[in-house]
């Protein structure tokens, strides 16, 4: 099962931008894709971005054109470059396979007005 730990999380200005990051283990990381998942305050987790074992990528709508997914399979660490936050991005953001069972700790992300 996956192993992941999330970082990168932190309180910013709207406008701002952050960079997380995930370590992952347990896994055939170079086999997998992954993405990204946010928890806001109050609503269930839900899909942010993807990213397959070919790069391709795949945002929600309220990433697109803001957030950029990658990944370094050298390092088993996928990130996400998150840039002109709004205070709706506010959450806890976790790293996961596409099928997840188990999650991390998750890394804060708090966007003030």
């Given at each position: 099962q996956v192993h992941v730990?999330?970082?990168?999380g932190d309180l910013v200005q709207a406008g701002g931008s952050l960079r997380l990051s995930c370590?992952?283990?347990g896994i055939i990381f170079s086999f997998k894709s992954m993405a990204w998942y946010r928890q806001a305050p109050g609503k269930q987790r839900e899909m942010v971005a993807t990213i397959t074992t070919?790069?391709?990528t795949n945002y929600?709508?309220?990433a697109k054109g803001r957030f950029t997914i990658s990944r370094d399979?050298?390092?088993n660490t996928v990130?996400?470059?998150m840039n002109t936050l709004k205070p709706e991005?506010?959450?806890v953001?976790?790293?996961n396979t596409l099928s997840p069972d188990t999650w991390g700790q998750g890394t804060q992300v708090t966007v003030s007005s």
């Open positions: 730990v999330e970082s990168g370590a992952a283990s070919r790069h391709i929600a709508d309220s399979n050298a390092k990130y996400l470059q991005d506010t959450g953001y976790y790293c």
